[in-house]
């Protein structure tokens, strides 16, 4: 069992910066291939980014790609998106998420076995 609590979020202004990080307990973080999804209101959970058991891959969706890095501190049980340049259009709920599945690019939500409470950011215009 693996819980997950995002922090992190908030209202921005377009082209800012925002952190969030991903806190999991539990055992065997490093075991979990883990990523991040968002909802907006009105559409479906997306994905976003997602890093490899070591840390060594990462894969990104293409709407965020060169402007989001999705990172790991095993040591710390940790995941991060950092994100730079945001755009109104990334608004929404960020989910951090966990699987144990084979692969590393699932895009899939319904793979992923563990899923945070989420956390909002806004991006203003």
């Known amino acids: 069992q693996v819980q997950l609590v995002e922090s992190g979020g908030g209202l921005v202004q377009a082209g800012g910066s925002l952190r969030l990080s991903c806190a999991a307990s539990g055992r065997a973080f490093s075991s979990y291939v883990m990523g991040w999804f968002r909802q907006a209101p009105g559409k479906e959970r997306e994905f976003v980014a997602v890093?490899?058991?070591?840390?060594?891959?990462?894969a990104y969706a293409d709407s965020v790609k060169g402007r989001f890095t999705i990172s790991r501190d095993n040591a710390k049980n940790t995941v991060y998106l950092q994100m730079n340049g945001l755009k109104p259009e990334d608004t929404a709920v960020y989910y951090c998420?966990?699987?144990?599945?084979?692969?590393?690019?699932?895009?899939?939500?319904?793979?992923?076995?563990?899923w945070g409470q989420g956390t909002q950011v806004t991006v203003s215009s």
């Open positions: 890093i490899s058991r070591s840390g060594g891959s990462t």
């Open positions: 998420v966990a699987r144990s599945g084979p692969g590393l690019v699932v895009i899939t939500p319904i793979r992923y076995d563990y």
